[in-house]
């Protein structure tokens, strides 16, 4: 199966971004030309933001544009620039438990970003819309594995509210205006050069720091937990590949990424201690608000039309991201 064409110019929006940086450098490899959009806000540290625009910039292919998505002039301008044919939309604000007290920040960034997005693609027409939702959409959703045919309509973070709202936006959009749009449900991304604010990579500086780690619920906790390089394939298997239409002739579709197989957070932790070279002082907590105790992927459709599973272990995923975490980090542990 043909991933990409490298005649066709692909925009990534959060190009810095953890999942940004590596799809856009996926895609720079095989010599497609990207144009990379963001903010460099500083919800994480934007040194490692810059250092992930570094090795962009090495490229000839790869031009990047500071911005912001919530400025409708400001992606309209992108959009008159460079005509992208197909575009990935990957800039959000992320985090669950940050959306609690920072509610404003997901509004502006996650829903009317996501909405200047649909409104650029609709006045200059693109092949194909992708677009970031997130396993979060399922919020305390009992029936396992979660599928994309589950009603997710409870959700417990507003977070998770405006991934849902971005899977509605684009159906609406995808039916009056015949914009193709796939929507993909991540499944806890994890790897070298990720986003600081996820559990594992704060777990790797307390650890390497002797500090205590805190682990909710008492560590009775699952996650599909994803690697990086199993999301970039999974991403890039479907972006010269739109929906055909559903039964109404919609041209949408959602997938799930995720591993397809949950980890008990005790055992990932021993994973990564192994990896550290090091064991971590714990502190037992009860569940957080917004948060949920398991999450567990149903992928059949990503294998039906794609003949493709994600299925890096752990052990193998945790290794890569502690040498990573190692080198980048040396100066500091």
Same mark, same amino acid.
């Given at each position: ?32 030309? %990207? ?8 919800? #994480?540290?934007? !040194? ?6 570094? /090795? +962009? @910039? ?37 985090? %669950? ?8 920040? #997901?509004?502006? !960034? ?6 200047? /997005? +649909? @409104? ?58 015949? /914009? ?154």
């Amino acid at each position: 199966m043909k991933k990409t064409e490298s005649d066709k110019t692909y925009l990534v929006t959060g190009a810095a971004g953890f999942i940004g940086f590596f799809l856009s450098k996926a895609l720079l490899n095989v010599g497609n030309k %990207v144009i990379g959009f963001d903010n460099l806000n500083d919800y #994480y540290e934007v !040194s490692l933001k810059n250092s992930r625009l570094k /090795i +962009l @910039e090495a490229y000839d292919n790869f031009t990047f544009v500071k911005g912001d998505l919530a400025k409708k002039e400001e992606v309209f301008q992108l959009f008159e620039e460079y005509h992208p044919v197909i575009v990935v939309n990957l800039a959000a604000q992320a985090g %669950v438990r940050y959306s609690i007290d920072n509610p404003e920040a #997901y509004m502006q !960034s996650n829903v009317m970003g996501f909405f200047h /997005i +649909l @409104e650029a693609c609709r006045h200059y027409p693109v092949e194909h819309l992708v677009f970031a939702s997130s396993s979060s959409v399922y919020g305390a959703n009992e029936k396992i594995p979660f599928s994309t045919g589950d009603q997710v309509d409870q959700p417990v973070s507003l977070y998770a509210a405006t991934k849902k709202s971005n899977e509605l936006m684009a159906y609406s959009y995808s039916k009056l205006y015949k /914009i193709p749009v796939t929507g993909l449900r991540f499944f806890t991304v994890y790897g070298p050069m990720g986003r600081p604010d996820m559990a594992y990579f704060k777990f790797a500086k307390k650890i390497m720091a002797e500090e205590e780690i805190e682990i909710y619920n008492h560590g009775e906790m699952y996650r599909d937990f994803t690697y990086i390089d199993d999301i970039i394939t999974g991403i890039e298997n479907l972006l010269c590949y739109p929906p055909k239409g559903d039964l109404q002739g919609v041209l949408y579709k959602i997938y799930n990424i995720g591993n397809n197989k949950p980890e008990k957070l005790m055992d990932f932790i021993s994973v990564l201690e192994k990896c550290l070279g090091k064991e971590a002082k714990k502190v037992f907590l009860p569940m957080q608000q917004g948060d949920v105790p398991r999450t567990y992927a149903d992928v059949d459709d990503l294998i039906r039309d794609f003949d493709f599973k994600p299925n890096t272990s752990i052990e193998e995923g945790l290794s890569a991201f502690a040498d990573w975490f190692k080198e980048y980090y040396k100066d500091v542990i």
